[in-house]
């Protein structure tokens, strides 16, 4: 029997869920569902450039738990982009923090 999923910290706000190639209709595409502590993986990797290890922190999990998520999330962006599959942004075991400000974890 596996472990429940931990609640991870989010520190985001986005107004856009969804993502599209643009002059294909939504009709034809392929959807890619992320979840939202996917996308606060890669904004705190790859946008924000922290180590896993700071990221991890930020987020409440482990070091491999993070490398785990924002592989995950790297994945499904590169399948998106590669493939011209919609993006689906919603979901996830996250407790959401609405204010990001310096030194928040």
């Not at 180590?51 to 070091?63: D, L, P």
């Not at 999330?73 to 996830?92: M, N, T, Y």
Request: charged letters at 30%.
């Amino acid at each position: 029997m596996a472990r429940p999923c931990k609640c991870r910290r989010v520190c985001l706000d986005t107004a856009a869920v969804y993502f599209k190639p643009r002059a294909i209709p939504l009709s034809t595409l392929e959807e890619i569902v992320m979840t939202l502590d996917e996308l606060e993986a890669l904004r705190l990797a790859d946008l924000d450039g922290l180590y896993q290890e700071e990221a991890a922190v930020r987020m409440g999990v482990s070091r491999q738990t993070f490398g785990n998520i924002v592989e995950r999330a790297h994945r499904k962006v590169a399948d998106a982009l590669v493939h011209s599959k919609a993006l689906k942004i919603e979901g996830g075991h996250v407790q959401q923090l609405l204010t990001k400000r310096k030194g928040d974890l």
